[in-house]
């Protein structure tokens, strides 16, 4: 169960409502920020030909979305302990809304590129809030593991069905309507929010600007150059810059740190081995998720011979089976609790994974394939909120909002370091057939450790808190 602070405790600045309409308020935002990543996929041809982009217009469209969500996780939590989660979260989908606005109405690729970067920071803001407020409510561990699994399984829907919604909207209404479609849906969940979610209060005292520049610094270096390095190389100095200017950011924000009296991430927070194994497995789960989805859509496509549609449509199974392990977890986790459910769901997909790298071959018909990535993604639907439920858990009540930021920024780098792995295993390979096993091998692996981790860095539910040295 989420520990509650004294002032937490007697929060109530919404009326009494059914967690039904609080989960809808809460998944309505994170969910359309999933669903706007995911869009983007299928809307990119159609912007450059609306807008003239170039390339390079577009890859910002995209990344610059990324870069400025990825940089102000860590800000945006210290926002929402000083401020309240429920503020915090409601300005960060009002800015969500109105940057979409502006990218509906862009004239040109210069006012669509600020909109994507507005949305970033309306991201930044709510969806690690959105968790605090969730979990907030939830009255005891099994009431919590019922509504983990309920709200994943609505944004994992979200996510999956992006590049269909995106390709319905696309081509029946034009690219600016994936932009507006986020104008109602912002509108109703900035209402039932302000309706059904109660406050969290948050705790005065000095926000740490100095050591938030440093950090912004440092994250915005490493996004910067794990969204380029993949397009203009690893060498080019840009990127390299990029990367010397996080190091450097890095290293600034950690004497910060050392020396604040009150630090940015609590000593207490880095201390504990829960936390740092399930943040840990939060980036192993996205390196692996979405660098086995970035194979795939160009493995589909350019091995398999598969046209854009068929490819979508060959992959869309295999992401619509995250709900039902997101579901599968709210019985499994009551049931075995959240340690050996995690530990088992991750073996089982390193093993799958394994299983495809050393069979996959151009004889190997699709449904095989289908069939065990399938299975593969349902066990890391398994995963998700029970990560997530461990991962809050060892933060309490007191630190559940730069706990959730940790989270999203640590599951963000794993998505972009797992996109950009991958980008090197299919250049460095000879052929499809030799770079598949291979990645399919690292993502294995990757599943693998965290499995290792669960099973050492993770106690069994209602045991304390097991710290390593800050």
């Known amino acids: 169960m989420i520990a509650q602070t004294p ?69 945006a939590g210290s926002l929402a302990e000083r401020h309240g989660a429920r503020r915090v979260y409601l300005a960060g989908l009002g800015l969500f809304v109105a940057a979409s606005l502006l990218c509906a109405l862009a004239p040109t690729a210069g006012p ?83 309706a ?32 380029q390095g993949p397009e203009t190389g690893w060498t ?31 000593r207490p927070l880095l201390a504990d081995l829960r936390f740092r194994s399930a943040g840990s497995i939060g980036f192993l789960l996205n390196f692996g998720m979405y660098g086995t989805l970035f194979l795939l859509g160009l493995f589909f496509q350019q091995a398999r011979g598969a046209g854009p549609l068929r490819a979508g449509l060959e992959i869309m199974p295999l992401q619509l089976v995250w709900p039902v392990g997101n579901l599968l977890h709210g019985h499994l986790g009551r049931r075995f609790g959240g340690r050996p459910t995690m530990v088992v769901s991750l073996g089982l997909a390193a093993a799958g994974m394994a299983v495809l790298a050393l069979t996959v071959s151009p004889a190997m018909p699709y449904w095989v394939l289908a069939v065990v990535l399938a299975a593969v993604n349902t066990a890391m639907g398994v995963v998700v909120p029970a990560m997530t439920g461990a991962l809050m858990d060892a933060a309490g009540g007191e630190h559940a909002n730069i706990a959730s930021a940790v989270l999203n920024a640590n599951r963000q780098f794993g998505t972009l370091v797992g996109v950009a792995a991958t ?26 450790a965290g499995a290792l981790l669960a099973w050492l860095g993770l106690r069994a539910d209602g045991e304390g808190s097991r710290t390593l040295p800050a």
């Open 7 to 75: 002032a937490s405790a007697s929060v109530s600045t919404a009326p009494p409502r059914g967690q039904g309409l609080r989960l809808i308020a809460l998944a309505l935002g994170f969910g359309m920020a999933v669903l706007d990543t995911t869009i983007m996929n299928v809307a990119g041809p159609a912007l450059r030909t609306g807008l003239g982009l170039t390339l390079s217009g577009l890859t910002w469209v995209v990344g610059g979305y990324v870069l400025v969500f990825a940089s102000l996780l860590l800000l």
């Open 236 to 266: 080019a100095p840009a990127v390299l810059g990029a990367f010397a200017v996080a190091v450097a950011a890095a290293a600034g924000f950690g004497a910060r740190e050392r020396r604040a009296v009150r630090r940015i991430l609590p």
């Open 423 to 448: 980008s090197a295993v299919i250049a460095g390979a000879g052929g499809w057939y030799t770079a598949v096993p291979v990645a399919f091998g690292l993502v294995a692996a990757v599943f693998a």
């Open 196 to 227: 059904v979610v109660a406050e969290v209060p948050g705790r005065p005292g000095a926000l740490g600007a100095g050591g938030h520049a440093w950090g912004l610094l440092a994250l915005a270096g490493l996004s910067y150059g794990l969204i």
């Open 112 to 194: 669509l590129i600020a909109g994507r970067l507005l949305q970033g920071a309306g991201a930044a803001l709510f969806m690690p809030s959105s968790l605090t407020l969730l979990l907030a409510a939830a009255p005891g561990a099994k009431e919590r593991t019922r509504l983990l699994s309920l709200w994943t399984a609505i944004v994992s829907v979200a996510g999956g069905l992006g590049p269909a919604v995106g390709g319905v909207l696309v081509a029946g209404f034009g690219w600016r309507s994936v932009f507006l479609i986020n104008v109602p849906v912002g509108v109703l969940g900035i209402v039932l929010a302000r």
